[in-house]
């Protein structure tokens, strides 16, 4: 995983989220009130934020990736409206009120004029962390390392979105100390599946009594495809097929 940008020139991939409220509710409940959450918050607090509906819930988006500095995404919202979110790659000489100096240009838009503040609070993907780390599960999220703290059961030859993977299965040793996103502190196991030549990661699952709580999914993906300029550019969706 730590070598995953470099096997790679491009890659697009279908991305699905699934998640089980209120499990996660519970879940973060828990660590509110653990010592973990006490070094983390201080006291715990009488009230507790949760943005997740009661019931499943989920979204699904679109990615095209050569970089850090350049991907798009178009992220499914209700309605048929897409959301496209585009890091150009094209890197700011000194720092404006978009962004600092060093970092790449990057425009959005909806595809019905939406804004966010309309969209439901659970709607991590609009931050790009929730869709990117799969692609880069070391220096995004730091994937690799965390799995490494855990007792790992290795299972070859599994097959996942059309690609040759392995499913790493981990339980905790010691308890974490923080809570380690993408991953729910206090589930009883982590799944993740890598993709055996390139490394990226197809699936990441926290789970609780044999079930997810959450999951991000590669439904479909492409490597080493040429992309043309419409990539970065285009205003409307692009086609998948």
């Not at 973990?36 to 997740?52: K, N, Q, V």
């Not at 425009?107 to 004029?113: D, N, P, Y």
């Not at 993709?195 to 080493?224: P, Y």
Request: aromatic share 10%; charged share 30%; net charge negative.
């Amino acid at each position: 995983m730590s070598t995953a940008p470099e096997r790679y020139e491009t890659v697009r991939a279908a991305l699905v989220y699934r998640g089980d409220g209120p499990k996660i509710k519970a879940m973060r409940e828990r660590y509110a009130r653990s010592e973990a959450g006490r070094r983390t918050f201080g006291d715990s607090p009488d009230r507790i934020w949760h943005p997740e509906p009661d019931s499943a819930f989920g979204w699904r988006c679109k990615i095209w990736r050569v970089d850090e500095h350049q991907w798009r995404q178009e992220l499914d919202l209700s309605d048929g409206e897409i959301s496209i979110l585009v890091s150009n790659g094209r890197i700011r000489p000194f720092g404006t009120p978009e962004g600092p100096a060093g970092s790449s240009e990057i425009w959005e838009l909806r595809t019905l004029g939406s804004s966010r503040s309309e969209d439901p609070r659970w709607l991590t993907a609009t931050d790009v962390f929730w869709t990117m780390y799969p692609f880069d599960p070391s220096g995004t999220a730091g994937i690799d390392g965390e799995l490494r703290g855990m007792e790992l059961s290795v299972e070859e030859g599994v097959s996942w979105a059309g690609r040759d993977a392995v499913r790493l299965k981990g339980v905790l040793v010691e308890e974490w100390e923080y809570p380690p996103e993408p991953l729910w502190w206090g589930a009883d196991e982590y799944e993740a599946v890598v993709d055996a030549e390139r490394g990226v990661l197809l699936r990441l699952a926290s789970r609780l009594g044999g079930e997810d709580i959450d999951a991000l999914e590669v439904e479909e993906i492409h490597f080493d495809e040429p992309f043309g300029d419409e990539v970065f550019d285009s205003r409307e969706p692009l086609s998948w097929s």
